[in-house]
């Protein structure tokens, strides 16, 4: 059935073209020979005229059919003449009386309701011929009393100079596939959802009560206007693109955009799109979905709020750990004369602003809950560089890791720990030349965890330093700051210098 359906639509819109072309030379004819224009050596003659007019004869047979079997007629207007045709099916879809005194168009204009009047402006478009092809939707209520739903297609007829005289078209009877005899009022009437059918016009053919109580608007003034008046003005742009698409890709489109209540408050709408390409309707089904919209945002404020405070933290800390530092530098001063203490100092000085760097990498990080740790490792091992370099001692230091982000809870300590290792390296990692290099590389292993080796290329290299019976404050920092970490450390022998590989787990990646 649907091949045989599609067969007769081919047939139909074959025939449609060839009608189309005879009309337009009949017309430009019929202008030529009133207006005594046709030269002596013209194309059409008399005799192509009564061909022509056979010819249609014939495609009005034909058309009178198909128009019977899909319920769609045709019209033509004159602009010379101002007069209207109608097809045989055009007459049955306006239930046009034998008795109606009066021309065509006055009967038409005695049919359209108010819905159709408060836009006749935009209708005489089509009428005049302004623009190329037009599709609007109409509301007409026959001489029996019936609510019928039309929509109407029109295409200009010009002549040979380019003028228009005249605009034919098809209208086709939508009535079924809005009242709905399948229950389609109850499903409308009954639903909580906002239903609606729209036409390719940009105009509401039918909207479900929900639209009323929604919006506040009734639903005459629904139907009357654009549904683009309705829209936000900034969502208006992006819907149109949507609706574009449904109906080129004839797809079913999920979106969402703002609506105006009557009272002005804004509402969030969530929408089921999906054309019918036959009649090149849109259903719709709509959801309000303000509230939940604006609960997300208002929790996106307050993370945002959060995240902000939390930044600010990190930021205090820093600045309250720089301050200890300076106090930690003016008391080294005072007590200068002591070496001792002095180196003491430095080595809490070193400490505290491995923890301040990394409080002020996490205020500027993009993402709060986590950092680059190689990045931060350049940067402390730098400023480490900086601080005990010399005249007479040269600090180098290579860093190789990819990009492998931490939380606070592992940064912290991993990040003692490193101070830990390079500053034992700078201040006893010296090759033959007095000069000092570090290196460190941090790695992913093939199960997730991680895997850090740092050392130096020093000549002094103790063995088993991790174990030692005379552990420096240094060394019991690190075993610490490994079980802080749940990691397993060991010192490597095979490696030229002090060189110890670290292998933990990255608690970010449990949390995720």
Request: glycine share 4%; with cysteine.
């Amino acid at each position: 059935m649907k091949d045989e359906l599609k067969k007769i639509n081919i047939e139909i819109e074959n025939a449609e073209i060839n009608l189309a072309e005879l009309r337009r030379n009949a017309l430009k004819l019929d202008f030529s020979i009133q207006n005594n224009i046709i030269e002596s050596n013209s194309i059409l003659n008399k005799g192509d005229v009564q061909n022509i007019r056979a010819k249609l004869e014939e495609k009005e047979q034909l058309f009178q059919k198909t128009e019977e079997f899909f319920n769609v007629g045709r019209w033509i207007y004159y602009f010379e003449s101002k007069t209207v045709e109608w097809s045989d099916e055009t007459y049955k879809i306006f239930e046009y009386p034998d008795d109606f005194q009066g021309s065509l168009m006055e009967f038409y204009m005695s049919c359209i309701d108010d819905e159709t009047a408060s836009r006749l402006l935009k209708i005489s478009t089509i009428l005049t011929g302004e623009g190329e092809d037009n599709v609007i939707n109409q509301s007409i209520t026959t001489p029996l009393g019936n609510k019928k739903l039309l929509s109407f297609s029109s295409s200009p007829i010009k002549n040979d100079a380019g003028e228009v005289i005249a605009v034919e078209g098809l209208v086709k009877d939508l009535s079924d596939k809005i009242t709905g005899k399948n229950g389609l009022d109850k499903f409308f009437n009954l639903s909580h959802d906002l239903h609606c059918i729209v036409h390719k016009d940009r105009y509401f053919l039918k909207v479900s009560p929900s639209w009323s109580k929604l919006l506040g608007y009734t639903e005459k003034e629904l139907l009357t206007q654009s549904y683009e008046e309705f829209i936000h003005p900034d969502d208006i742009v992006d819907t149109q693109t949507v609706v574009d698409v449904i109906y080129v890709e004839g797809s079913t489109l999920k979106f969402e955009n703002r609506y105006i209540k009557k009272s002005g408050e804004v509402v969030y709408l969530n929408w089921n799109s999906q054309v019918d390409t036959e009649t090149e309707l849109i259903y719709c089904s709509a959801r309000d979905v303000t509230e939940s919209k604006l609960a997300k945002e208002k929790l996106l404020s307050d993370l945002s709020e959060k995240e902000l405070l939390l930044r600010e933290i990190h930021h205090r800390v820093k600045n309250n750990l720089q301050i200890i530092s300076s106090l930690l530098s003016l008391q080294s001063k005072i007590n200068g004369d002591e070496k001792h203490l002095s180196e003491l100092y430095q080595d809490s000085q070193n400490r505290i602003q491995s923890m301040a760097a990394i409080h002020e990498m996490f205020y500027q990080s993009d993402e709060i809950d986590k950092i680059d740790f190689g990045l931060y490792m350049n940067k402390l091992i730098a400023d480490l560089s900086r601080s005990f370099s010399s005249s007479n001692k040269v600090i180098d230091f290579n860093i190789v890791a990819d990009p492998i982000y931490v939380n606070l809870d592992t940064a912290i300590p991993l990040g003692l720990l490193v101070n830990e290792v390079v500053t034992n390296s700078i201040k006893h990692g010296c090759d033959t030349k007095g000069n000092v290099k570090v290196f460190a590389t941090l790695d992913v292993l093939k199960e997730g965890s991680l895997q850090l080796l740092i050392g130096d290329h020093g000549v002094n290299s103790l063995d088993d330093i991790l174990n030692s019976d005379e552990e420096g404050l240094g060394i019991l920092l690190i075993n610490s700051l490994v079980d802080q970490i749940d990691g397993e450390i060991e010192q490597l022998n095979n490696f030229e210098g002090t060189v110890f590989k670290l292998i933990f787990k990255n608690r970010l990646n449990r949390e995720i």
